[in-house]
């Protein structure tokens, strides 16, 4: 358990591939996170929302750490062609994935 007060709540929202790859890598940072699964609203897509207390001089270091395990992804969505007879399915690329960081501020934290 850490003796540096919590003075910051990052909230990242990453892909849910990604999830493992970024636990472990604050794992090893000795941050403690916790992560809830969610999902995206634009495409439907499984994510998880990390939540990170730390004191504010260690959020470079998560920060870091995101953009490192995070990665984007171009995947292929099938859209069919308006105006056509037979609805042919058409293959749009849409970049999925990285990281959503929101870092809050912490007035006050406890423990029990």
């Given at each position: ?19 493992d790859?970024a ?74 994935g ?8 912490v ?6």
């Amino acid at each position: 358990m850490s003796t540096e007060p919590v003075r910051l709540l990052i909230l990242a929202v990453v892909q849910e591939q990604d999830q493992d790859v970024a636990m472990h890598t604050l794992e090893r940072l000795h941050i403690p996170a916790v992560y809830l699964a969610s999902t995206g609203g634009y495409l439907g897509r499984r994510n998880a929302t990390l939540m990170i207390g730390l004191p504010q001089e260690r959020e470079a270091d998560v920060l870091k750490a995101l953009q490192d395990t995070c990665r984007q992804r171009v995947e292929y969505m099938t859209l069919p062609l308006e105006g056509s007879a037979m609805p042919m399915p058409a293959p749009v690329a849409v970049t999925v994935g990285g990281a959503t960081v929101f870092a809050l501020p912490v007035e006050r934290f406890e423990e029990f």
